[in-house]
Nanobody
Framework: QVQLVESGGGLVQPGGSLNLSCAAS????????MGWYRQVSEKGRELVAI???????NYADSVKGRFTISRDNAKNTVYLQMMSLNPDDTAVYYC???????????????WGQGTLVTVSS
């Protein structure tokens, strides 16, 4: 069984920094993309940042210049470095990955369990 395990998150003061990581474990043939989404209360889940297999990245406008996504392909792990955090960044952050378990099967979308990031003084 393939799953995503997140770590990081917590409480940070405005202007502070925080790092998230997410590791994919299990039988994995390839990973097309890994990324981070966030959700506030009952609002929809929004894309924060994504990195595809070739290394190309995409960010939400609200985090450009403050967040950096990176990926360690050997470890099937994605990282999110968050800087200059503000209260609007408070949310549950979810890791997402599009993976292939076998060359004969299609892609599977996975979600992590979510980790809470709270930016408050």
């Amino acid at each position: 069984q393939v799953q995503l395990v997140e770590s990081g998150g917590g409480l940070v003061q405005p202007g502070g920094s925080l790092n998230l990581s997410c590791a994919a474990s299990g039988t994995i043939f390839s990973i097309n993309s890994m990324g981070w989404y966030r959700q506030v209360s009952e609002k929809g889940r929004e894309l924060v940042a994504i990195i595809v297999s070739g290394g190309k990245t995409n960010y939400a406008d609200s985090v450009k210049g403050r967040f950096t996504i990176s990926r360690d392909n050997a470890k099937n792990t994605v990282y999110l470095q968050m800087m200059s955090l503000n209260p609007d960044d408070t949310a549950v952050y979810y890791c997402n990955a599009i993976v292939k378990k076998s060359p004969i099967y299609g892609y599977l979308e996975l979600w992590g369990q979510g980790t809470l990031v709270t930016v408050s003084s």
